[in-house]
């Protein structure tokens, strides 16, 4: 028996290392060297300090938010299980009722912090959003968030009360099958899509998504600026639904014309390059051991079939996702460094590059050079330091200036 | 050990009905026009009445009593709004009186002065608001309903106001007033004339929400559709703060299951059309998706103290309905259903803005004591009745009309033994 599952462990440790090889292939070049930036000249002394401030609190708040969510989860894990005499909905409606309550609880004691981080936002001319709407918008958003952990303990729950200890495999697969459906699913109910309404912009984009080879793929406009003025844009959706949407914070003035070209091959690189369906194989590769570590930390509440098993698998699951952010946050940089080259690739224009990543950090005050930690655990793309190195390397690899 | 909390004396302001439901066809065809020089006056001594209130006001403050004669003449504009405002909705009948002094069909029986509390006195508009937020759902006073919070009240556009709207159609073609929309009009005339009084520092206590509590109490016949009510009153601080985030996955599974709720209903009523009766096993299914918009609804509107199933099982909720099993169904009654239904969704909408402004008040309440006031419970537990009633008759579970008593249950056969001869 014990060989078996020593056979089975070995298995799929082989095919999870096989499948984790496959999704890191990378347009970027093998040993490619970035040189040496200097952020103090390449970005301004005054705005690299300002840049330092701004994120210091942020860094200190993350760290508070972090205790906070943990401390409260594992409190939570340990009395949260009185609140399932509240439920009158069967086992899993209960195991549903204590995980909501949970995150509600994290919501809760984060809230303070989310609002000091949304006074230094303000503060800083980042943020235009209101306090009460924070505060209303982030207790009405938690039903969406409800909605998605109903649907996954139903998953788990369900498989756990049919399968026993051996739940974690399929509930991983389905659980993926269920990511990849709201990837698909997601771009039709984004709400406040707008077509762009500039002709020039929608040429230079289908140019941009011809070179690519990925024409066919819709340019969407989001408002956002009576929110924010950080500029930011994103690829999402699968197949047919796949789209690349600006903030329109990005077309206020503040960026040229070839700033935004290098945004908009940027994002369409993410869709040329499968970083979405890849990211689906990433999720199932975390997924398979987070399920299992699931399985073994609940085995003595009875397993993920039981309700009052929930508080304690959101403490573990939360934990887990803290412990493996840095290896998700590196399998995120090299998606974001390689959709990075293929703009670079695409708009043979890293001057600007050079100049959207300067802009970057005054618009959005991104910390050019964060602090290691920091980096390793909060940065899902490469620092604003390194982009500008991969705009030099690709200049100088291409002899373009 | 469990202390005997000893009965609340009854209200200083108690409503009492008389009226035999008879309607004069004439008069309720006119009943508007008729009852216009009786706004006029209304709002002439409605003037009045609110300049001596000021003065009462300061009375009592410093007397810690209102003087007799001014509070007759309140007392007297308090009963006079309840005889208008019930020939105006069609719960009584006969012209009403200029002066209040009368004894009327609809009415009330106001004490007399009695000691209040300066603080209570002090703050009296402010502690008044949450109660001119529920007179105006009800929108069962001329004065309470027209001075506070017409949004709301004109958002449902008002229990009361519904009712003499329905009832005049009623009343003109059978020349009687339906009893169950007469009860739900009258209580809502007597709650808006408990808010006028408080408001008015007729009295220091607080207007009364109870739904059914009139000399003699509203009926409530036997219906195929009945809800059981839990006297639980504790409610957990945390469900009640996130109760609304917490129901968005039964909205979502709600949502979904009524796909296929609706094509079972029209198979049904199909079906019905033919043999006269609903396959039991569509009945089934389609009883266990009001059942549990029934749960939901409950837990949402905080009448129910737990998180609800998902699944409508009977006996699985503390606020639960019954539902009789498929019965035989006048084919003529189905095959206008769609029709029928209209005046039922119109109460049932009145019933929903009762319910809204029930629950919000009592979310604060129960946010703040970790209690669900009784009397907020039971009006939103009479809406969820009639409401649940409304969606059974729409979908064909029941060929009985929705009953719209403000009566929360029939008497148990317990009560009804113990109650004096």
């Known amino acids: ?401 | 050990m469990r202390r005997m909390s000893a009965p609340s004396p009854p209200h200083p302001v108690r409503l009492v009905v008389r009226d035999d439901l008879r309607r004069r066809r004439l008069t309720v065809f006119f009943r508007l026009l008729l009852a216009l020089p009786q706004l006029v006056w209304a709002t002439l001594f409605g003037t009045a009445a609110f300049m001596l209130a000021f003065v009462v006001w300061l009375a009592v403050l410093f007397e810690r009593r209102a003087p007799a004669s001014l509070h007759g003449f309140l007392a007297g504009y308090v009963r006079y709004t309840v005889h208008l405002t019930a020939y105006l909705c069609l719960a009584a009948d006969p012209y009403p009186g200029f002066t209040g002094g009368k004894p009327y069909p609809v009415d009330v029986e106001i004490d007399p002065p009695a000691p209040q509390g300066r603080l209570g006195a002090a703050f009296r508009l402010l502690l008044a608001l949450p109660a001119f937020a529920l007179a105006s759902s009800l929108a069962g006073s001329m004065a309470a309903g027209s001075s506070f919070g017409g949004s709301v009240g004109s958002a449902a556009g008002g229990l009361a106001i519904t009712v003499g709207v329905l009832g005049w159609f009623a009343a003109l073609a059978r020349a009687r007033m339906p009893r169950g929309m007469r009860d739900a009009a009258a209580f809502a005339i007597g709650y808006g004339a408990q808010t006028t009084a408080y408001a008015l520092m007729l009295t220091d206590r607080y207007p009364d929400a109870t739904p059914g509590k009139a000399d003699p109490p509203p009926e409530l016949p036997e219906h195929p559709v009945s809800i059981a009510i839990d006297r639980d009153r504790k409610r957990p601080r945390l469900l009640v703060l996130f109760r609304f985030p917490l129901v968005v996955p039964h909205l979502l599974w709600l949502t979904l299951w009524f796909v296929p709720v609706v094509l079972a209903t029209v198979v049904a009523w199909v079906v019905a059309l033919a043999r006269g009766r609903v396959p039991g096993l569509l009945h089934r299914f389609v009883a266990s998706f009001v059942r549990a918009v029934t749960h939901v609804s409950a837990f949402l509107l905080v009448v129910g103290r737990p998180f609800p199933g998902f699944l409508g099982r009977e006996g699985s909720y503390p606020i639960d309905l019954t539902i009789a099993p498929a019965a035989r169904q006048p084919r003529l009654g189905v095959l206008f259903r769609g029709f029928l239904l209209l005046p039922a969704l119109l109460l049932s909408s009145a019933y929903g803005g009762v319910a809204f402004v029930a629950a919000v008040l009592g979310w604060c309440a129960a946010l703040v004591t970790g209690r669900m006031p009784p009397s907020l419970r039971d009006l939103a537990g009479v809406s969820l009745r009639y409401q649940a009633q409304v969606t059974a008759y729409a979908l064909l579970l029941t060929a009985r009309y929705p009953d719209s008593s403000p009566a929360l249950e029939r008497p148990r056969p317990l009560e009804l033994e113990a109650a004096p001869a």
Do not use: C
Request: hydrophobic share 55%.
């Open chain 1, 1 to 401: 028996m014990t060989a078996l599952r020593f056979a089975i462990g070995a298995a799929l440790v082989a095919a999870w290392l096989a499948l984790a090889w496959l999704l890191s292939g990378s347009a970027v070049p093998d040993g490619l060297e970035l040189p040496h930036v200097d952020v103090s000249t390449v970005f301004g002394r005054a705005l690299v300090a300002r840049t330092e401030r701004y994120e210091r609190l942020l860094l200190v708040i993350w760290v508070l938010q972090a205790l906070a969510m943990l401390g409260a989860l594992a409190v939570w894990a340990r009395f949260g299980g009185r609140y399932a005499s509240e439920s009158a909905a069967g086992p899993i409606g209960t195991g549903m009722l204590l995980g909501m309550l949970g995150l509600a609880i994290v919501w809760l004691v984060q809230l303070p912090f989310s609002l000091v981080a949304l006074w230094w936002h303000r503060r800083h001319d980042v943020s235009h959003a209101g306090y009460l709407d924070t505060v209303f918008g982030g207790w009405a958003q938690l039903g969406v968030t409800f909605v998605a952990l109903s649907v996954a303990l139903l998953v788990v729950m369900g498989l756990a009360r049919w399968l026993g200890s051996w739940w974690w495999i399929p509930g991983a697969a389905v659980l993926t099958g269920i990511v990849a459906l709201v990837l698909l699913v997601s771009p039709y109910a984004y709400p406040g899509l707008e077509r762009p309404n500039d002709p020039g912009l929608v040429a230079r984009y289908d140019r941009l998504a011809r070179e690519e080879g990925v024409s066919g793929i819709p340019l969407r406009v989001e408002k956002v600026s009576d929110t924010t003025s950080q500029a930011n844009a994103f690829a999402f959706g699968l197949g047919p639904s796949r789209r690349v949407v600006l903030w329109d914070t990005l077309l206020d003035g503040r960026f040229g014309e070839r700033e935004v070209d290098v945004v908009l091959a940027h994002e369409l690189a993410h869709h040329s390059s499968y970083h979405l369906p890849k990211a689906i194989g990433w999720f199932a590769l975390f997924a398979l051991p987070g399920a299992l570590l699931l399985t073994l930390a609940t085995r003595s509440r009875g397993g993920m079939g039981e309700p009052l098993a929930i508080p304690l698998a959101l403490l573990v699951a939360a934990a887990w996702m803290l412990v493996t952010s840095p290896a998700q946050n590196l399998v995120s940089r090299r998606d974001e460094a390689e959709a990075d080259w293929k703009a670079l690739s695409t708009t043979r224009d890293p001057e600007a590059a050079r100049r959207l990543f300067r802009a970057f950090a005054a618009t959005s005050l991104g910390d050019p050079s964060p602090p290691t930690w920091a980096y390793l655990f909060l940065e899902t793309h490469p620092t604003l330091a390194q982009r500008v190195a991969m705009a030099d390397a690709w200049a100088a690899r291409n002899g373009v200036r």
